[in-house]
């Protein structure tokens, strides 16, 4: 690639609200995390549905790859491609597993029965094969609860993510967008029949996870579905709105998206009344709440230099945040384990300052790690 290629490469504008919107799922999920460290009777009420804030990642990335990059494969290589978003994303992989490395023995007790017991070696042979993005079988498991990213968890969406984007690369960027319209409602059917339990091809046996679009962190035949269920409509959904262009534009969209998005993880579970409900629930918003948000987040222009600085802001902060929380939040958890009589405003307290912890960390690992590598990639790699 030259440098005239790779300066139009830097050239387009970046959605700041899609940015924005980005930071807002990534607090969704680090208050969903929060609060699985509590009973049930809690966390159904309180943000249980931030893991939904996985599926709306994926499909930012889709809306986001597609605009980025459709109309650049005429001057830019796969092994280009490749490259720009190994730069993008491998930095921030590398650090979250060496936080979960760092934290990693500082969580153990009850709640994680391996980790006490797992010796120095396995811990670094299991950081050095998630750094190279590969899924650890559940006999490799060195936590207890059977993740294949036991090291930290959330690596394993940027699994997928990686799987999105060779698919992209090798087949989505060819196809038109009819023909990627089929694929979309090919996906959309297969979201159905996770959320509904339709069970069209008899592999969903896990009794731990029905009439939901949640699961994928675990390494056997049903959850690798689970994740590419999850990952594929709201990705080709991303993509093909791309494609098509046609967004809402409203005032203060930004507000409006991010209430939306908020509405949406802070819904209690509807499954303890009726499980189906769930389902219902989880579908629709996977099906017409996502892509009324990525139009309203794309189409809607900021009016303010001090909304614009949230969005950068927020969105900056966004994947280095969602990457190295969770060490942090297994800690938490071992921690509330074992003092759950302790007073509510003890709990609260502790709550506000591990996440606090977790912001000031992700926002350390971005500022002095990740630019600087990703800056220097650029000159060293990018540009070579």
């Not at 997928?160 to 984007?165: D, F, G, H, I, S």
């Not at 009819?178 to 297969?190: D, E, R």
């Not at 509330?336 to 506000?352: C, K, N, Q, R």
Request: aromatic share 14%; proline share 4%.
């Amino acid at each position: 690639m030259d440098n005239n290629s790779n300066t139009y490469l830097e050239s387009k504008p970046r959605y700041e609200i899609l940015d924005g919107l980005r930071g807002v799922a990534a607090m969704g999920v680090v208050m969903f995390h929060m609060m699985e460290c509590y009973p049930h009777e809690i966390n159904r009420w309180v943000m249980p549905h931030g893991f939904m804030s996985v599926d709306f990642f994926f499909a930012l990335s889709g809306i986001v790859l597609g605009y980025a990059y459709d109309d650049r494969w005429d001057r830019m290589s796969t092994w280009g491609f490749f490259k720009r978003r190994l730069t993008r994303l491998q930095p921030m992989a590398i650090m979250g597993v060496l936080v979960g490395v760092c934290f990693f023995y500082y969580s153990g007790g009850p709640t994680f029965n391996l980790v006490d017991s797992t010796p120095w070696y396995m811990l670094l042979l299991e950081a050095l094969l998630l750094m190279c993005m590969i899924q650890l079988p559940k006999s490799m498991d060195i936590r207890g609860w059977g993740e294949l990213t036991s090291i930290n968890g959330p690596i394993w969406t940027l699994i997928y993510e990686y799987v999105a984007n060779i698919l992209y690369a090798l087949f989505l960027r060819r196809t038109g967008k009819v023909v990627l319209a089929v694929i979309v409602a090919f996906c959309a059917l297969l979201s159905a029949d996770t959320c509904l339990q339709l069970n069209l091809w008899g592999n969903l046996i896990d009794t731990n996870f029905q009439y939901t679009i949640n699961g994928g962190f675990i390494c056997d035949p049903e959850h690798i579905y689970r994740a590419m269920v999850r990952l594929m409509f709201p990705f080709t959904m991303g993509l093909l709105l791309s494609r098509i262009g046609h967004y809402i534009s409203i005032k203060g969209g930004f507000v409006v998206a991010s209430l939306l998005i908020i509405a949406m993880v802070s819904t209690p579970l509807l499954g303890d009344w009726n499980p189906v409900y769930e389902g219902i629930f989880e579908l629709c918003c996977i099906l017409l709440l996502f892509p009324l948000i990525l139009s309203i987040g794309a189409g809607s222009k900021l009016k303010g230099k001090r909304t614009s600085k949230v969005c950068i802001f927020l969105g900056q902060l966004s994947f280095p945040l969602y990457i190295t929380h969770y060490p942090i939040l297994y800690m938490h958890m071992s921690w509330a384990e074992t003092h759950m009589d302790s007073p509510l405003s003890t709990h609260i307290f502790v709550g506000v300052v591990t996440t606090l912890m977790a912001i000031g960390l992700a926002w350390a690992s971005l500022k002095v790690y990740d630019e600087p590598v990703r800056n220097w990639l650029k000159e060293h790699w990018l540009k070579r």
